[in-house]
């Protein structure tokens, strides 16, 4: 090893060079608490085949990459959260991460990628959670938004 060069603790992707989904969590980890005085949200945009033809190809996912990374503000974070799956940490309340998300994934189906369309989960970040719970909560909703269809959003929210 070469001195005063540290190893990445957190690898980027490789097919995308996004930073991975360990990089991820270490960045939630380091935004949990500043919630205390500014909301942050958790979108999760997950890329969904008509054809079934996992895995997607590269040029999809740089692509994809490339429209997310322009869409963004300059606080945002990207991260490649999982095969065809994008964790964004934005800036601000989950009802405007949910916009932009609703956004996204128009803009997604819209690419001219046969076949390709997408949709999110939302978990909004907040003091007395864990990176782990946040980045869970933006899962199972992507899970959820998966299974109603293409184009759709679902915000995590607690039962009462």
């Known amino acids: 090893m070469l001195p005063n060069v540290r190893p990445l603790a957190a690898p980027a992707d490789v097919t995308t ?6 990089a991820l ?3 939630l980890a380091e935004r949990l608490p500043l919630t205390v ?5 958790l979108m999760v945009v997950g890329l969904l085949r008509g054809d079934d033809g996992w895995p997607t ?14 869409s963004l503000r300059g606080g945002d974070y990207l991260a490649k959260s999982g095969p065809g799956e994008f964790a964004v940490v934005l800036s601000g309340p989950a009802e405007a ?3 932009a998300a609703e956004r996204l994934v ?16 939302i978990a909004a970040l907040g003091p007395g959670l864990t990176e782990t719970e946040v980045l869970r909560r933006g899962l199972a909703s992507l899970t959820a938004a998966r299974r109603a269809g293409a184009g759709t ?4 929210r607690l039962p009462y």
Request: glycine share 8%; no cysteine.
């Open 153 to 156: 959003v679902i915000r995590h």
């Open 17 to 22: 060079l996004l930073p991975s989904r360990e």
């Open 25 to 27: 969590l270490e960045h």
């Open 57 to 70: 190809a590269q040029s999809t996912l740089a692509e994809v990459t490339t429209l997310l990374a322009r």
């Open 106 to 121: 128009t803009t997604i189906g819209e690419l001219g990628i046969e076949g390709l369309t997408a949709a999110a989960g």
């Open 37 to 41: 005085r500014t909301s942050a949200t």
């Open 97 to 99: 991460a949910a916009a």
